[in-house]
């Protein structure tokens, strides 16, 4: 697989997808996607403890293995609840993302905390300022952790 892309992993170390660089994360996803389409093809054999997992299972013999069922109603009903499960869960994030930012505005050890988890986004030397300009117009007080930022957990 790795010989079709690029001729090697991108990297010989278990680093989190996010602390790839830019150009290596496209090229893994890639590698990813070229290799789950050549596994339900058939065309490679997965191994490995979890390799079976890749095999798409009987159905039955009126629907091969990796041959769906198409039904549009159940497929309605299902965006349908897929809709509310969403609007449900996005619901519930504005609160708990709203629960956070209050906690953060009264407990400097909260704001130090959040700081640290918003921060594993941050991809370039600029974005933890802008991070600290984001946490100053919600008004999280930063002032106890601004001159020693928490350490970047992929440097």
């Keep these: 697989m790795w010989a079709r892309r690029c001729g090697r992993p991108s990297h010989l170390i278990y680093r989190p997808f996010e602390a790839l660089p830019w150009p290596a994360q ?16 058939g065309d490679i054999t997965p ?7 890749f095999i798409p299972e009987h159905v039955g013999d009126d629907f091969p293995p990796g041959q769906a069922r198409r039904n549009q109603h159940a497929r309605a009903r299902r965006t349908a609840v897929d809709r509310d499960q969403c609007r449900t869960a ?7 993302l709203a629960d956070a930012i209050d906690k953060a505005r009264r407990d400097p050890q909260a704001a130090r905390s959040l700081f640290a988890l ?5 991809r370039t030397e600029r974005e933890p300022e802008r991070l600290l300009a984001v946490f100053d117009e ?3 007080p930063a002032s106890g952790f601004r001159a020693n930022l928490p350490p970047d957990p992929y440097a």
């Design 26 to 41: 496209p090229e893994l996803l890639a590698v990813a996607a070229d290799t789950i389409a050549l596994l339900a093809a």
């Design 47 to 53: 191994t490995g403890g979890h390799g079976h997992l």
């Design 90 to 96: 996005c619901e519930r994030l504005d609160f708990l």
């Design 118 to 122: 918003m921060r594993h986004g941050c």
């Design 138 to 140: 919600l008004d999280i």
